[in-house]
């Protein structure tokens, strides 16, 4: 990893992680520049990390009768704001300032906010700045200047910053009739290659599924859901489902979300909810696997 200060500000460098600056308690990192300890940009305050965000409530009136029939409980997109105080010379505030500038541009674009805020690892968000404020009282040049910076996320949910990964194959069968024959018959068993996927967040999951040929129509489930495509991978191909981002691509670039199978649930509901969750690849022939690949997390 690797970093340059500017006006005290740490910069990483564009070929770092993701979150690579958070090293302790109290980091909080947004895109390729660090708050906190280390940064003359100190932090302050961050407001509406752990707040729930507003909730969208389902629920149906009863016609006949008080209350409502119990619909669906989503959440809606979170707010995040980080208050900052840039202490320094003049010269090193004023270079800090146009570094935090530079790098928390309103344009759109989600960039990982990742933070620390209890000593036990990074959490993250996918965020976009959408406000800042940057006070030019008498105190500007000489004084210590306390800043601001809001942002948007689309999705509510907090991960972590390490993820969990895990293979699941087909079974295979072991065992069997033997000959001659001696009663009472043994037939054998079909081995598990099941993968239990743990969640120890208190939020439901996206995952991204790796099916690896050679398989044909692969379909991997779950007690709660199953997610199968009707096509055949040769070995050496691979088809990556994002069921955050709704995407089926074989070998990175080539669509094929149109073979969804059409018993299979949305991808936005193929998720694991905290705890472990048993996944079992089927397919109708082939000795490939499925790698499946998820984070913690928190709402």
């Not at 976009?128 to 009282?137: F, G, K, L, T």
């Not at 743990?198 to 790796?210: E, I, K, W």
């Not at 199978?261 to 969750?277: H, Q």
């Amino acid at each position: 990893m690797a970093s340059t200060l500017v006006g005290g500000v740490p910069v990483a460098d564009a070929a770092d992680p993701d979150g690579a600056l958070v090293t302790e308690y109290g980091h909080v990192q947004y895109g390729r520049v660090l708050f906190g300890a280390g940064s003359s940009a100190g932090v302050r305050q961050l407001i509406g990390w752990r707040d729930l965000p507003g909730v969208d409530v389902a629920d149906t009136p009863r016609p006949q009768s008080h209350g409502t029939y119990p619909g669906d409980v989503l959440t809606e997109s979170a707010t995040i704001t980080l208050v900052y105080l840039v202490r320094g010379t003049p010269e090193d505030k004023a270079a800090a300032i146009d570094a935090l500038e530079q790098h928390t541009p309103v344009d759109g674009v989600e960039r990982m906010l990742a933070v620390d805020d209890d000593g036990q690892g990074a959490w993250y968000r996918m965020a976009r700045v959408v406000a800042r404020q940057v006070p030019q009282d008498k105190g500007y040049r000489h004084g210590p200047v306390e800043c601001s910076v809001q942002f948007v996320c689309a999705d509510p949910r907090r991960y972590r910053l390490t993820d969990h990964s895990g293979t699941a194959s087909l079974p295979a069968a072991t065992g069997g009739l033997e000959y001659p024959l001696d009663y009472p018959l043994e037939y054998g068993d079909a081995s598990s290659t099941a993968l239990v996927a743990a969640n120890d967040g208190g939020a439901s999951a996206p995952l991204v599924v790796t099916f690896n040929g050679p398989l044909t129509n692969p379909q991997l489930s779950s007690p709660d859901w199953q997610l199968g495509f009707d096509l055949t991978l040769a070995a050496g191909e691979a088809l990556v489902v994002d069921t955050a981002e709704g995407t089926a691509l074989l070998d990175g670039t080539a669509d094929r979300l149109y073979a969804i199978r059409p018993t299979s649930d949305p991808l936005e509901l193929c998720t694991i909810p905290p705890g472990g969750t048993t996944l079992t690849l089927t397919a109708a022939d082939g000795t490939g696997t499925a790698t499946v690949t998820h984070r913690d997390a928190r709402l």
